[in-house]
């Protein structure tokens, strides 16, 4: 059988960084897609030229049109503005809304029964602003977050505890925001919650440096904001909807009254597989956390709002 294809929709730091990991570990061919002329055809064909050197079959091209997307699979969109210093993801809002409301309709026109795995920010509100526009059912539109909260979360406590990053199984909930919800007695280390390894003001020290983290990265960057952690991040969740291997992951999923909310995008735990997202799985949260995460979800509703979307 051939490989899914999959669009990537964004051919600058996240897009082509993601196109990049998605064809040289062989999950799918890829087309990238940019309004800039040029910049995809000439990221793909340099990636290509790679192919002799790094072993990969699987096949990358540029364009400028949304026809050469048709049929995708699996459409991932990155296109837009990143923060720079000083900026939340919040200030992105109506730049991004505007841009992401015509890549998706089109995306929409010309694969009508792919999934379309939102990575612009403000991611939540983008989500569901995605969501609205694509006229999809909501278990084939989601957002890339969690599992980058999560990566995040997972290295730092790597650090903290001098072992191997992949160790650590981590879990962030919450919208993609200053108030997502660490959730340090679900991390665990080879299998002990985190809990039972780290000192509690540690661990507060850490949550709070994974809310900071890309606004950590990008006082860094100054031009612009992370993009391998965000790309990794990404081929996770493709890499378990093309596989359906079960594997729970925090995603940003439309919630219809899973941990007491409802018609909001945020991030939970959820399974994900070619159709899209089969479960959302609810664990057990201390009552400070669920109120957090409803604090988080109100925070993206309000936003939503602004947007007037119905
Ligand atoms: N259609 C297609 N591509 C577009 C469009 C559009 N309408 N508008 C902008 N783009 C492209 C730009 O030309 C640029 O190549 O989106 C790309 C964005 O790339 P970068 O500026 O490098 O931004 P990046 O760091 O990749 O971040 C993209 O992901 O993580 C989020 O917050 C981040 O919202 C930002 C997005």
């Known amino acids: 059988m051939g490989k899914p294809k999959v669009t990537v929709v964004g051919a600058g730091f996240v897009g082509a960084t993601t196109a990049q990991r998605l064809v040289e570990k062989e999950i799918a061919d890829v087309v990238l897609m940019d309004i800039v002329e040029g910049l995809p055809q000439g990221k793909a064909l340099d990636m290509m030229e790679s192919a002799p050197i790094e072993g990969f079959r699987t096949k990358i091209s540029g364009t400028n049109h949304y026809a050469d997307t048709k ?81 995040r979360y997972a290295y730092f406590i790597s650090e903290a505890l001098n072992c191997a990053p992949s160790d650590v199984d981590a879990i962030v909930l919450g919208g993609h925001g200053d108030e997502m919800v660490p959730v340090p007695q679900h991390t665990k280390v080879k299998g002990r919650p985190v809990t039972e390894l780290l000192d509690p003001a540690k661990i507060e020290a850490i949550n709070q440096r994974t809310r900071d983290g890309g606004a950590e990265i990008v006082k860094y960057l100054k031009t612009g904001s992370a993009f391998y952690a965000p790309s990794s991040s990404v081929v996770q969740m493709v890499k378990a909807i093309f596989e359906n291997s079960g594997k729970m992951l925090p995603c940003c999923v439309y919630l219809t009254g899973q941990y007491g909310i409802r018609d909001v995008y945020c991030g939970v735990p959820a399974r994900l597989g070619p159709g899209g997202v089969q479960e959302v799985v609810e664990i057990a949260l201390t009552p400070e956390q669920k109120a957090a995460l409803r604090t988080s979800a109100e925070h993206v509703r309000e936003n939503c709002g602004k947007l007037s979307l119905s």
């Open 71 to 151: 049929d995708s699979d699996l459409v991932v969109i990155t296109a837009g503005l990143a923060r720079k210093p000083g900026m939340s993801r919040d200030d992105l809002l109506f730049k991004n809304a505007e841009i992401i409301s015509g890549v998706v309709l089109e995306c929409a026109k010309v694969s009508p029964k792919a999934i379309l795995l939102m990575v612009t920010n403000p991611l939540d509100v983008i989500t569901y602003l995605a969501w609205k526009k694509s006229g999809f059912d909501a278990k084939r539109v989601f957002g890339m977050a969690g599992t980058l909260d999560s990566a």
